[in-house]
């Protein structure tokens, strides 16, 4: 079978959207959106929508077949200028399409090597807020090359006045990381930045 001919086979029936959006009005804005994703048989199989001062964030992830997809992304472009929205999207793959792809890419390059599989994590922080807090973390799973599939970060005022970042970062650490070196690490940098952290194992995503 051909290179192409094999990419042809291996792309998946089943496609992602990831659509990002920035409104001022959810009231009026999310119902006709909802509406036209269901209207050409999309899915919303993960979403997340917060209000930020007079302005409400969210981000969609849109299963469907190609076709239900090139409809969806043809349609929001009328939608965004209707509804007076800013919205960008991007087709994707769901991940277990792209981890089976990167592994066989990676096994067929290398015969002796095993299939990669990853350990889900959870690094919880409350702490004093400071600038840099967020470079610092990322920078340190960054620099280990640990993915983060899920970032949510706010500050609150204490009922004693000090302002507290709480942060929840959802990690996959690969398999053939050394966990007890990684948390070792992990208490340098807590100690080293005056950290009030943990690094704990979760239920996957």
């Not at 929508?49 to 007079?54: R, T, W």
């Amino acid at each position: 079978m051909s290179h192409i001919a094999s990419n042809i086979a291996n792309t998946p029936k089943i496609q992602n959207l990831i659509i990002s959006i920035i409104g001022t009005d959810q009231f009026i804005s999310l119902l006709p959106l909802f509406k036209l994703i269901n209207d050409f048989g999309g899915n919303v199989s993960n979403s997340k929508i917060s209000q930020f001062g007079s302005h409400f964030v969210g981000s969609l992830v849109i299963d469907g077949r190609w076709d239900t997809i090139t409809k969806i992304e043809q349609s929001i472009n009328q939608l965004e200028a209707s509804l007076k929205l800013k919205i960008h999207s991007q087709r994707s793959y769901p991940e277990s399409y792209t981890s089976s792809a990167n592994d066989l890419a990676y096994n067929s390059n290398n015969p002796e090597s095993e299939e990669i599989s990853y350990l889900p994590y959870k690094m919880t922080i409350n702490n004093l807020d400071e600038p840099g807090l967020l470079q610092k973390i990322t920078e340190f799973f960054v620099l280990q090359e640990i993915t983060i599939q899920d970032l949510c970060a706010k500050t609150y005022i204490a009922e004693y006045g000090a302002e507290l970042a709480e942060i929840d970062i959802k990690i996959k650490i690969p398999s053939d990381v050394h966990i007890p070196s990684l948390r070792e690490q992990f208490d340098v940098l807590c100690y080293n930045e005056n950290l009030d952290a943990s690094l704990t194992p979760h239920k996957a995503i």
